[in-house]
């Protein structure tokens, strides 16, 4: 997958928690990538089995809303964002992202 | 209630009417047109609706607004992939053979090529070169997968793989989104007839 900001910023993202469920609309949020741009990325990382999606349950919404689509991390995954945020650290593009190596 | 009752007498029932068009009802209705534009197997169309209601009312309007291109780029590269690889009917496993050596299993309802699954039927050692694969779907429909599987994708949101003890074969069952087991696709195994 190609280095970008928006990668390095949802990979900063996701590797704050990487144990945790991670929504699209959070991950957004979180990271200011555009979901133009954020549902792209989770797409091509599902493909690559970097992470895995599954679906809130019924009971957690309260019967108020539709269940929403939760993403979380493989072990694959940690392992190739991980490589994502050392190669980003070390490239002059992503300085002012301030990366931190997980 | 009296908030409400005041919005009225200040703003007048037409004004009050106008917001509730604008902040209640157009974001929801605009963004269901929207994810139209993905191809009616993708997650995203649920995914999409069920995050606008996490939203605030204020934030909506934008963000709707933003997923007009996201789904104008990411929704009709989709639809074109999806229409590519090609759909066999409408209920059950679809089936359709891309060439010699490689096949994809598309289940009507997820779009998403679920490749961990091909990866545990490899390691279980049931798909193997020189052999035929036989797929019953629940509709009674049944389809050859030529031997030489390379790559076996199946989508769906969770498939949950089961190989049946005798070894003969395996099953695979879709919860859907309420975790709802559907009747499993029951899939047979036997030899080619062509031993190569």
């Known amino acids: 997958m190609r280095k970008t900001h928006a990668l390095v910023q949802v990979a900063i993202a996701i590797m704050a928690s990487p144990r945790d469920k991670q929504w699209g609309y959070d991950l957004a949020k979180r990271t200011g990538v555009r979901s133009g741009v954020l549902y792209p990325i989770l797409r ?8 895995t999606d599954g679906w809130e349950a019924e009971a957690d919404t309260g019967g ?16 190739e ?19 931190r190596p997980a | 209630m009296i908030a409400l009752l005041d919005l009225v007498a200040k703003f007048g029932i037409s004004s009050l009417l106008m917001m509730l068009l604008i902040f209640g009802f157009a974001p929801v209705f605009s963004l269901r047109l929207i994810v139209l534009l993905y191809p009616a197997s993708d997650p995203r169309r649920e995914e999409l609706v069920a995050e606008l209601y996490v939203q605030g ?5 934008l963000w709707v607004s933003e997923q007009i291109a996201t789904a104008l780029f990411e929704g009709t590269k989709e639809r074109y992939r999806v229409r590519k690889i090609g759909r066999v009917g409408g209920l ?9 050596d490689k096949v994809i299993i598309i289940r009507s309802t997820g779009s998403r090529l679920e490749r961990s699954v091909i990866a545990k039927l490899e390691k279980s050692g049931e798909f193997k070169a020189g052999r035929v694969v036989t797929i019953t779907s629940t509709n009674g429909a049944q389809d050859d997968i030529p031997e030489n599987i390379l790559r076996t994708m199946i989508s769906s949101r969770s498939p949950q793989i089961r190989l049946n003890g005798d070894g003969k ?3 695979l069952s879709f919860p859907d989104r309420r975790g709802v087991v559907h009747p499993p696709r029951v899939i047979h195994r036997r030899r080619c007839d062509r031993d190569l």
């Open chain 2, 57 to 61: 009312r204020l934030e909506r309007l």
């Open chain 1, 64 to 79: 108020k809303r539709p269940p929403r689509r939760y993403y979380e991390l493989t072990n694959k995954g940690m392992a």
């Open chain 2, 169 to 171: 074969g395996f099953e």
């Open chain 2, 92 to 100: 059950g496993v679809t089936i359709r053979g891309l060439s010699d």
């Open chain 1, 81 to 99: 964002l991980g490589a994502v945020l050392r190669a980003a650290a070390n490239d002059a593009r992503f300085r002012n992202l301030n990366v």
């Open chain 1, 44 to 51: 091509r990382m599902l493909d690559d089995e970097w992470i």
